[in-house]
C-alpha cells in the first residue's frame, strides 16, 4: 500500500536556509492533506495542513503547497533552524478521517 | 497546553498474553484513534472511535484487538493473545472536529512481544 510516498528518506540543510520536503499520493479521495514532525521517542507533532480544494497554505515559517494534478505536495520551511532537525511525515486523509501517513523524511538542519 | 498521553510507556509481555494499552485523549475532544509503527515501518492506522462505537477500522485490526472507553476520560487498546509481530509503538490520538480536524497524538506505547 502506496498511497502516500516520501521518496526522500533524508535531507540536510543549512541553517537559515530553505528546507523543502516532499510528498506524492496516488489516493484522489484525500481531501486533507497533514505534515506531522517527530522527535524520537515521542508521537508525531502536528504541523500544518492543506485541504485539497486549496494550493497554499501558510503559517509562520511552514508553507505547505499543494498541486493535485501532479498528485504532489510540498512542505517548506523558511529559514530553517538547528531544532527543525526531527522525522517529518505527510498524511492524507479521507471521509473517514483516518490518516494514511508516509515512511518519513529526516531533516537535518546543520548549524 | 493540552496533551494526550498514554500509559505504559513500555510494555514487555510473553506471546498469548493480553495487554492493555491506556490513553487519556485531549479532554473536549471527541474522536479517537489508534496507531502503531512497526519499527523501521510507516505509522499505520488501526481503528477511529466516536461516540461510544467503533467508526473505522483496518485490515490489521482483527478479533484479538478491541477498544473501550471504560469511562468519561481513558481510552484503551486491548490485545487479547499477543504475538510477536504486535512488538511495535502504539500511538492514540484524539481530534476536536471531524472535518480536516489534525489529530494530536500522545508520545506512545512501546510494546515488546517476547
Known amino acids: 500500500d502506496q498511497q502516500v510516498k516520501q521518496n526522500s528518506p533524508s535531507l540536510s540543510v543549512q541553517e537559515g536556509r530553505i528546507s523543502i520536503l516532499n510528498c506524492d499520493y496516488t489516493n484522489s479521495m484525500f481531501d486533507y492533506f497533514l505534515w506531522y514532525k517527530k522527535y524520537p521517542a515521542e508521537g508525531p507533532t502536528f504541523l500544518i495542513s492543506i485541504s485539497s480544494i486549496k494550493d497554499k497554505n501558510e503559517d509562520g515559517r511552514f508553507t505547505v503547497f499543494l498541486n493535485k494534478s501532479a498528485k504532489h505536495l510540498s512542505l517548506h520551511i523558511v529559514p530553517s533552524q538547528p531544532g527543525d532537525s526531527a522525522v517529518y511525515f505527510c498524511a492524507g486523509s479521507g471521509s473517514a478521517r483516518q490518516l494514511t501517513f508516509g515512511s518519513g523524511t529526516q531533516l537535518t538542519v546543520l548549524p | 497546553e493540552p496533551e494526550v498521553t498514554q500509559t505504559p510507556s513500555h510494555q514487555v509481555t510473553q506471546m498469548g498474553q493480553e495487554v492493555i494499552l491506556r490513553c487519556v485523549p485531549i479532554s473536549n475532544h471527541l474522536y479517537f484513534y489508534w496507531y502503531r509503527q512497526i519499527l523501521g515501518q510507516k505509522v499505520e492506522f488501526l481503528v477511529s472511535?466516536?461516540?461510544?462505537?467503533?467508526?473505522?477500522k483496518s485490515e490489521i485490526f482483527d478479533d484479538q484487538f478491541s477498544v473501550e472507553r471504560p469511562d468519561g476520560s481513558n481510552f484503551t487498546l486491548k490485545i487479547r493473545s499477543t504475538k510477536l509481530e504486535d512488538s511495535a509503538m502504539y500511538f492514540c490520538a484524539s481530534s476536536e472536529a471531524l472535518a480536516g480536524g489534525e489529530q494530536f497524538f500522545g508520545p506512545g506505547t512501546r510494546l515488546t512481544v517476547l
Open positions: 472511535f466516536y461516540n461510544n462505537e467503533i467508526s473505522e
